[in-house]
């Protein structure tokens, strides 16, 4: 059974940055293909960046690219999420998932691909 905890969660102001870390245990984090996703009172969750198990393969929502960075390091079983040039849009619950995949290089996109999530943590952007 494989569990995430998402950390560094928090309170900036508009153009700030933070930066947020996914711990994933229980399982080989070279095999698991990552994601962040994030939702915001009242609105559907949303994709916002995913990752390939080799860290070779990346995808970003429109909406981040350019700003957010997702990267990874298997030897800690972590995966980032840097945000820069942060807006008050971007206030919401991110939460972390992972799955096992056989290609180590595959990005999943759709939160329906993922088995396992975490339960989240806060970024408010101030204005």
């Known amino acids: 059974q494989v569990q995430v905890v998402e950390s560094g969660g928090g309170l900036v102001q508009t153009g700030g940055s933070l930066r947020l870390s996914c711990a994933a245990s229980?399982?080989?984090?070279?095999?698991?293909?990552m994601g962040w996703f994030r939702q915001a009172p009242g609105k559907e969750r949303e994709f916002v960046a995913a990752?390939?198990?080799?860290?070779?393969?990346?995808y970003y929502a429109e909406t981040v690219r350019g700003r957010f960075t997702i990267s990874r390091d298997n030897a800690k079983n972590t995966v980032y999420l840097q945000m820069n040039s942060l807006r008050p849009g971007d206030t919401a619950a991110y939460c972390c998932?992972?799955?096992?995949?056989?290609?180590?290089?595959?990005?999943?996109?759709?939160?329906?691909?993922?088995?396992?999530w975490g339960q989240g943590t806060q970024v408010s952007v101030s204005s």
């Open positions: 998932a992972a799955r096992s995949v056989y290609n180590n290089n595959y990005v999943a996109r759709r939160p329906d691909e993922y088995v396992y």
């Open positions: 990752i390939s198990p080799s860290g070779v393969n990346t």
């Open positions: 229980g399982g080989t984090a070279s095999r698991y293909a």
